[in-house]
């Protein structure tokens, strides 16, 4: 169980370093609730850090994830 969480974790700040890198900025659309603006667009810009972190540290985690025992082997 621990193996897998830790590779699903990994994965994903693969996937979000990878993201953080092909992109400038992200806008997220506003929340409307019955005609009303509940939440104006926002405008997310990652940090220049953000990606190559999230890739390394997500590397980590996954060949960590790897060396783990598997569970239920009878070792």
Same mark, same amino acid.
């Given at each position: 169980?621990?193996?897998?969480?830790?590779?699903?974790?990994?994965? #994903?700040?693969? +996937? +979000?370093?990878?993201?953080?890198?092909?992109? =400038?900025?992200?806008? +997220?659309?506003?929340?409307?609730?019955?005609?009303?603006?509940?939440?104006?667009?926002? =405008?997310?810009? /990652? /940090?220049?850090?953000? /990606?190559?972190?999230?890739?390394?540290?997500?590397?980590?985690?996954?060949? #960590?994830? +790897?060396?783990?025992?598997?569970?239920?082997?009878?070792?």
């Amino acid at each position: 169980m621990w193996r897998s969480f830790f590779l699903a974790i990994g994965v #994903y700040c693969c +996937l +979000l370093g990878l993201e953080a890198l092909a992109i =400038n900025r992200a806008v +997220l659309k506003p929340q409307v609730r019955s005609g009303q603006v509940v939440s104006p667009s926002r =405008n997310v810009t /990652p /940090p220049e850090w953000a /990606p190559w972190s999230l890739l390394s540290g997500g590397a980590v985690v996954v060949l #960590y994830s +790897l060396t783990l025992h598997r569970a239920g082997g009878g070792d």
